[in-house]
């Protein structure tokens, strides 16, 4: 590091200032330029040198900065698709998908509304409910799989349609687990100090990469967008968050065409390479198993078991994977959240939007405690624990 003199080193008062991850979640040194001279600020605990920022690890101890929820809002297209109607269409029946999804029905977006279209609806409810202006946002992240297109991304046409003040805006890709994978990111640059406030989003519009001849596939997804507007407190919000992934699982959940292994061609739309294939049962199996130990294993971390979380929100991908994974854990599906039945699997958006939901009607209350987990296409899984 330039200029970074990496050993203990006390500052004016005579504290030690030294890289230490635990104090600061991981950001130990910011580079930073054309800063002539060595300066502290004891009320906040940094000093700064030419080449880098040291964080007095006493001080920030004292002075932690939190991630919080203070802002929700979800948006699903108007249209709904029901058993009965894809009974019509697809060699299916209302009995098969229930008995097997949990599904009864899902919203599914037209031919003109894009992923960004949900996802600026959701974000405007979200920073009305935190009364919050778009001017005040500092990074605004969408987790999707279905952006609008390539580049820009969906994080800049949204950020295009809120504000006109320069911030970073980008998307993420983890598929169902996106939203986990995007609170981890928003929480570190809260807890670091690079963002204050941050604009996060879950959306897609999966039902446009569907073959609607394969009941294996196209009765599990909806269409639908969350945002959560995330603010830096000094009261506890995000307790945890865990994600990890493993690609030997890849090809059990996929969109082979469109990408650069496989561009839009002729034959690629000969072949439906760009429709969603998945392998449901391997998927089952590893959904449940890797689920529950997530929960397992951040509840062990911080401390706590079940009995401490009055509401648990699972990814919305298949009742028999929610209770499968409630029954391993030993919770109530009483306290756990399902709402599968009205919107399908709306991919990174299941979480999001029901955290809105909790939220609005009045089953979260403030100062309880939630646990989330999610699992997705890579195979990509987390899972969070947040006070409300």
């Not at 349609?161 to 929480?187: E, H, M, Q």
Request: hydrophobic residues 40%; charged residues 20%.
């Amino acid at each position: 590091m330039l200029g970074c003199p990496w050993r203990d080193k006390p500052d004016a008062r005579g504290h030690s200032i030294r890289p230490h991850s635990k104090a600061v979640g991981g950001y130990v040194a910011v580079i930073q330029a054309g800063l002539s001279e060595n300066r502290a600020d004891h009320s906040t605990g940094v000093v700064e040198n030419p080449g880098c920022v040291f964080f007095n690890e006493e001080r920030i101890l004292d002075n932690r900065v939190y991630t919080r929820i203070v802002g929700t809002g979800s948006c699903v297209p108007p249209k709904v698709l029901t058993n009965h109607d894809l009974e019509k269409i697809v060699d299916t029946s209302d009995q098969w998908i229930v008995e097997r999804t949990g599904i009864s029905e899902r919203r599914v977006t037209d031919e003109s509304t894009a992923a960004s279209d949900l996802a600026i609806e959701a974000s405007k409810k979200a920073l009305e409910m935190a009364g919050i202006a778009a001017e005040e946002v500092d990074l605004i992240l969408v987790a999707t799989v279905t952006p609008d297109m390539f580049f820009p991304s969906t994080g800049c046409i949204v950020h295009k349609a809120l504000t006109s003040k320069p911030i970073p805006a980008f998307d993420l890709s983890a598929a169902c687990s996106g939203y986990i994978y995007g609170l981890s990111v928003a929480d570190a640059y809260i807890r670091s100090g690079m963002a204050k406030t941050i604009l996060l989003i879950g959306a897609d519009t999966l039902c446009k990469m569907l073959d609607w001849t394969d009941r294996n596939s196209c009765v599990l997804f909806g269409d639908g967008a969350g945002a959560t507007v995330l603010r830096a407190d000094s009261t506890p919000g995000v307790l945890k968050v865990n994600i990890s992934a493993d690609g030997t699982y890849g090809d059990l959940l996929q969109i082979l065409g469109g990408g650069s292994r496989n561009p839009c061609s002729q034959k690629v739309i000969d072949e439906g390479l760009q429709y969603v294939r998945i392998k449901g049962r391997e998927v089952y199996k590893t959904a449940v198993r890797v689920m529950s130990q997530s929960v397992e294993e951040i509840l062990k971390q911080l401390n706590m078991t079940g009995d401490d979380l009055a509401l648990f929100i699972p990814h919305q991908a298949n009742l028999r994977i929610i209770e499968a994974v409630a029954a391993k854990l030993n919770y109530p599906m009483e306290k756990t959240l399902v709402n599968i039945d009205r919107y399908g699997n709306t991919t990174a958006a299941t979480i999001p939007l029901a955290i809105d939901e909790v939220v609005r009607n009045g089953r979260l209350k403030s100062g309880d405690t939630m646990g989330m987990v999610a699992f997705g296409g890579g195979f990509t899984w987390g899972a969070a624990v947040i006070k409300y």
